[in-house]
Nanobody
Framework: QLQASGGGLVQPGGSLRLSCGAS????????VVWFRQAPGEDRKFVAG????????YYADSVKGRFTVSRDNSKNTLNLQMNNLEPEDTAVYYC??????????????????WGQGTLVTVSS
């Protein structure tokens, strides 16, 4: 079971660090991606970490501001979000799959989802 954590309320320009963990199992061997869903909108790809190449992928809207990284000691996949904007407000979800797909940006490619964590960017 995946679980996303670290959300909260932050002012524009601020930072947050989200974590995706797996209870009872290791994330080793899994590619993990982050999606977000704003009210009334579809779930959209944000960032991804590909195993075993350790390649990272980002949506254009977050490039240069968000960084995805793996913390093996804590068995988590983290999303560092800097220079946050009101448009980043959404529920953030992590998802995992054993084999990377070229359609990594499509939420329908994932069966393993964590419960989301709410990020609100507002002054």
């Amino acid at each position: 079971q995946l679980q996303a954590s670290g959300g909260g309320l932050v002012q524009p320009g601020g930072s947050l660090r989200l974590s995706c963990g797996a209870s009872g199992r290791t994330l080793s061997g899994y590619s993990v991606v982050w999606f977000r869903q704003a009210p009334g909108e579809d779930r959209k790809f944000v960032a991804g970490y590909r195993w075993p190449t350790r390649s990272t992928y980002y949506a254009d809207s977050v490039k240069g501001r968000f960084t995805v990284s793996r913390d093996n000691s804590k068995n988590t996949l983290n999303l560092q979000m800097n220079n946050l904007e009101p448009e980043d407000t959404a529920v953030y979800y992590c998802a995992a799959r054993l084999h990377w797909t070229v359609a990594y940006y499509d939420p329908r490619q994932y069966d393993n989802w964590g419960q989301g964590t709410l990020v609100t960017v507002s002054s």
